[in-house]
């Protein structure tokens, strides 16, 4: 049987249907507290530059409320490097950020930024923090990751639930392969391995199934269910699928 698999749940879109009424209410932390509770083994949220949903109280909010680990999703700038140095979570994932994107559209290009990605990591590896670099399975992206000195590889899979979801099902077990071989490659340079992006009870198992994937973050799905069954029976659910997957 392969390693376990960790569920990390990500909260943002608690925080986007609170801020777009301006209102004090839905509270991530409750969200994430009413996760943990339900079985999630990590609370994920993304400071965007634009605070469109995450805000910065929200982030401090949840380092001091949650018992499980922070995973602090954010762009590789000055600013959040700042934020994440006093947050001190237990990881950082950087995410590439385009103020025009609706969501996280592609990887980032660890290839292309080598150098400065580099040395952007290290003062958050010497605080302590697991970083993580959210990309495409290219190979050469992976190979970047391992060498400017990052523990984990987070697998872009929003492709993959796109084209499931467009009905491209040659293609989508194509991306699935690619996936598969990223991940095994990945994880041959010593790299912990984690997925996600767009990840819904359809699309999970394949994924969970891949063998040296060891955490899912998953979000706006749970959140968008969470409106139909709740969100404890909605992360219960994923987190049964994801078992049922691994076995
Ligand atoms: N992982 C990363 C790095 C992300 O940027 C996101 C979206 O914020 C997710 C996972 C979760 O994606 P979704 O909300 O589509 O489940």
Do not use: W
């Amino acid at each position: 049987m392969s390693k376990p698999l960790r569920l990390g749940v990500n909260i943002d879109h608690v925080a986007t249907i609170r801020n777009a009424r301006g209102s004090a209410y839905p509270d991530p932390l409750r969200a994430a507290l009413l996760a943990e509770a339900a079985g999630a083994d990590g609370i994920t949220a993304h400071l965007r530059e634009d605070r469109r949903h995450i805000r910065d109280a929200d982030m401090a909010a949840l380092k001091a409320g949650i018992g499980i680990p922070l995973n602090f999703e954010m762009a590789a700038t000055a600013e959040m490097q700042e934020i994440a140095l006093a947050t001190r979570p237990h990881a950082v994932c950087l995410v590439p950020e385009k103020r025009e994107e609706r969501t996280t559209e592609g990887g980032l290009d660890v290839a292309g930024d080598e150098a400065r990605l580099a040395a952007y990591v290290s003062p958050l590896r010497d605080a302590g923090a697991r970083v993580s670099m959210f990309i495409g399975h290219d190979a050469a992206q992976i190979a970047a990751s391992a060498r400017i000195g990052a523990a984990v590889v987070e697998l872009h899979t929003g492709h993959y639930c796109d084209l499931h979801y467009e009905g491209r099902f040659a293609e989508r077990d194509a991306e699935l392969a690619a996936l598969r071989e990223g991940a095994a490659y990945a994880h041959s340079l010593g790299l912990e391995v984690h997925a996600g992006h767009g990840l819904t009870f359809e699309t999970v198992a394949p994924i969970a199934a891949i063998p040296e994937i060891r955490e899912l973050n998953i979000g706006h799905f749970l959140i968008a269910e969470a409106v139909f069954i709740g969100l404890g029976p909605a992360i219960a659910e994923m987190r049964r699928l994801m078992d049922a997957a691994r076995a």
